[in-house]
């Protein structure tokens, strides 16, 4: 295309394709499709724009970074008066009647009774000692579902004004230092922090969050290839694998799936709701 | 710097994984003082026990092209492994640790056993290339079933019997290596963890949940 002018370069295609027409059409579409898409949103989500996730670990053969497609998630962590409409619709996901091959002994531990969440879980903080079963059952009883690790992150990695969040030094800085407070015995109300910059509150700061395949963060356990063994991600060089050492909070999030079952019920650990475009 | 900083990143995670060990061992003693206290109040029993992998509902197709849910299995012990059919690595040294578990048998036992194959590889094992795999690597047609299902109900699976996957590079999948044993109620009474390894113990925990 060197030296060809502009208007020879528009001559050349169908009018259609020309750019100055083109360019308008394509902004009156973008226009249109983004009020779709707004009115389109369910209730309380947010879209996470297209964007990509960097695993903390991988083998040679795969690839940096994986392409995750836009998708919907809840503004907010769900919340225990959410949970409280779900075990009223579901009460065989009542506290006392919760099987324990689908939640531990420490199912809504918190809770005063089973449709009673009582002062030591108040109704706008996040509903925490939830199983994945539970949250899992919870997201099919919305319609909905739970995000995958690539979806959580690449939203999670968005600070308050950039979605790469992994570059604002600042931003990291203030993760790393919600990470050094300890969980408070009864938790805050959800939505009290900054929003990010897709509108989503508390990804970070207030509970870990389960996501659809925690299971597939392979801490021990079979290492094909080399990627995923204790002493890759343990030993001294064990750092070499990981996309990037200084993620602590990254590292803990791998770390701290990595050492979860499906049934666990923990006081920081709740949970979101993902849907797809 | 780094390095001191990343110790401390992995200190800490090794701490919340410690903390969760304990949890996971107190929440089985929790568990087991329950069932008892619940056969104790002899109140209404369930259909399937608490901790009964046959209260999923997911369904499954076997190598027959036979649609089947887990509760299917029920009634007698099973022996389960979760694999796929174009592991190169790690599966068939498992499937050799099953058809060893078998050959271990007695076979008034093994008449009575279940083997039951469950693939991660929801795209390329589908029933034809399950029955495939029966013929190569030459399982009985009698108390072996080869299963394939949708991605969300291996993965429910894999959590319910603490299988932790992902799909790796190259059409493969990364996986834990762990061989269950159901009883004939679907619950897990014993896990082995490992390629190759001693499988008496498993052998013996059969030969206790059959009629002998």
């Known amino acids: ?79 225990v008066n959410d949970f409280l409409g ?14 324990r091959i689908f939640a531990d002994e420490s199912y809504l531990n918190n809770w005063a009774g089973d449709l009673d969440p009582g002062i030591n879980a108040p109704a706008r903080s996040p509903v925490t000692y939830v199983s994945w079963f539970a949250a899992k059952a919870f997201a099919q009883w919305k319609g909905q579902r739970l995000p995958t690790v690539a979806e959580w992150e690449c939203a999670a990695s968005a600070s308050a ?3 790469d969040g992994e570059n604002d030094p600042r931003f990291q800085a203030q993760i790393q230092q919600w990470y050094s407070r300890p969980t408070p015995a009864v938790l805050p109300a ?88 | 710097m780094n390095t001191s900083k990343l110790s401390f990143a992995l ?10 060990l304990r949890a996971a061992e107190l929440n089985t003693n929790a568990a087991v003082r329950s069932c008892c206290a619940a056969k104790e109040a002899g109140g209404l029993r369930p259909a399937y026990a608490d901790k009964s992998l046959y209260q999923v509902e997911s369904q499954w197709t076997t190598d027959g092209g036979k649609p089947i849910r887990l509760r299917g299995l029920a009634g007698q012990p099973q022996v389960m492994l979760m694999f796929f059919s174009k592991c190169t690595s790690a599966c068939p040294i498992l499937l050799n ?68 996957y992902r799909k790796a590079a190259a059409g493969q999948f990364a996986h834990s290596n762990v061989i269950t044993v159901l009883n004939a109620k679907g619950e897990i009474v014993r896990q082995q963890i490992g390629l190759h390894e001693d499988i008496r113990e498993t052998v013996q925990t059969l030969g206790k949940l059959v009629r002998n």
């Open chain 1, 1 to 79: 295309m060197k030296g060809t002018s502009n208007i020879q370069r528009q001559a050349a295609r169908p009018p259609w394709r020309r750019p100055a027409r083109f360019g308008r059409w394509l902004r009156v579409a973008g226009c249109g499709l983004l009020a779709f898409v707004l009115n389109a949103a369910p209730a309380d989500m947010v879209l996470i724009a297209n964007g990509v996730y960097r695993p903390m670990f991988r083998s040679a053969a795969e690839p940096k970074a994986v392409p995750v497609k836009a998708f919907y998630l809840d503004a907010l962590p769900v919340t």
């Open chain 1, 86 to 99: 779900f075990v009223r619709a579901n009460p065989r996901w009542q506290r006392s009647r919760a099987k």
């Open chain 1, 161 to 163: 004004t950039r979605p």
């Open chain 1, 190 to 277: 959800a939505g009290a922090d900054t929003a990010n910059v897709f509108g989503a509150h508390d990804l970070h700061g207030l509970v870990w969050e389960w996501v659809a395949d925690f299971n597939s963060a392979l801490i021990s356990g079979d290492s094909r290839e080399g990627g995923f063994s204790d002493r890759r991600f343990f030993c001294g060089g064990g750092s070499q694998g990981a996309r990037d050492p200084g993620d602590y909070p990254g590292f803990m999030r791998y770390a701290f799936r990595g050492s979860l079952q499906a049934d666990y019920c923990v006081h920081n650990l709740g949970f979101r709701c993902a849907h797809d475009l």
């Open chain 2, 11 to 20: 200190a800490a995670a090794l701490l919340v994984n410690a903390h969760l």
């Open chain 2, 97 to 164: 640790d099953l058809k060893r578990i078998s050959a271990a048998l007695r076979p008034e036992q093994r008449a009575q056993v279940g083997f039951t194959l469950v693939s991660f590889d929801t795209e390329r094992d589908t029933p034809a290339a399950l029955a495939e795999y029966r013929q190569a690597w030459d399982l009985p047609l009698k108390n072996w079933t080869l299963l394939s299902g949708h991605s969300d109900d291996v993965l429910e699976l894999a959590a319910l019997l603490g299988v932790k």
